[in-house]
């Protein structure tokens, strides 16, 4: 199967005080190299909790999985992984190729040299090269994003975390986005997680799409989408796909 992300059910609790409450509750997710996966759910359900655990920010209370950082810290065969949340979290102070390089040096000890080319190359792939000496303040909204991808596929991460990336953006911004993962996926051998609230983002993204339910989230429903990129959106079954997905997530 060539999976590059094996969960099995965690879980995770949340105490305020000293009652719990149940955020996740044995979810099981498996990411296959090169794939994109859409996890969708209401609002409030656990999706950034999971990203968090997959990323080693957080913990699952138990479960297991290659992408776990509590089962998983001292091993060789934990995957790496990078976020990309939907505040782009970039430094004010530093340039766009300054703040590409910042996890770099912070990830790998590399020459300055070495963290030059990787920086130049990835300020191609994402189509910031003329903007390397700018500052976040004189970048669009898109732009922005554009540099936190960048910097997160700095580090050469198995699978890259998306947490909302692209909600705060107008929606001719947003497509344009939504092609750049597209066409970096087909560059790369990056797989990605994404989480949104966007049935029609899913629909177009997504190799799959994990529905889960109402806090505590469990996985409701999965859908495999074998149709290739690029997709037509007014197509019959594009538009019953995002009908399903909206009713299914309506429904809690």
């Known amino acids: 199967m060539n999976n590059v992300l094996v969960i099995e059910n965690i879980s995770k609790h949340f105490f305020d005080d000293n009652s719990a409450c149940k955020a996740i509750e044995n979810v099981s997710l498996t990411l296959r190299k090169h794939e994109i996966v859409c996890l969708m759910g209401p609002s409030g359900c656990g ?5 968090r655990i997959i990323s080693g920010l957080d913990t699952a209370d138990s479960g297991t999985g290659n992408g776990e950082n509590k089962e998983q810290r001292h091993s060789s065969e934990q995957v790496k992984t990078a976020m990309v949340f939907q505040d782009h979290g970039l430094f004010p102070w530093l340039s766009v190729r300054e703040n590409i390089a910042y996890g770099l040096h912070l990830k790998v ?47 050469k991460p198995d699978i ?93």
């Open 47 to 51: 999706k950034s909790t999971i990203l």
């Open 109 to 155: 000890r590399s020459s300055s040299e070495k963290v030059d080319e990787v920086v130049s190359k990835l300020l191609v792939l994402v189509r910031m090269e003329e903007f390397a000496k700018a500052l976040p303040h004189q970048l669009s909204g898109g732009m922005k994003q554009r540099v936190a991808v960048a910097r997160a596929l700095a580090v």
């Open 160 to 252: 890259l975390l998306m947490d909302e990336p692209f909600s705060a953006l107008d929606p001719f911004t947003r497509r344009e986005l939504q092609d750049e993962v597209l066409r970096i996926r087909d560059q790369l051998d990056t797989a990605f997680l994404i989480v949104t609230h966007n049935p029609e983002e899913s629909a177009y993204l997504a190799d799959r799409i994990v529905i889960l339910t109402r806090r505590p989230a469990t996985v409701r429903k999965e859908f495999s989408i074998p149709a290739s990129h690029p997709r037509n959106m007014a197509h019959p079954t594009s538009i019953e796909l995002i009908q399903d997905i909206t009713k299914i997530i309506a429904s809690g």
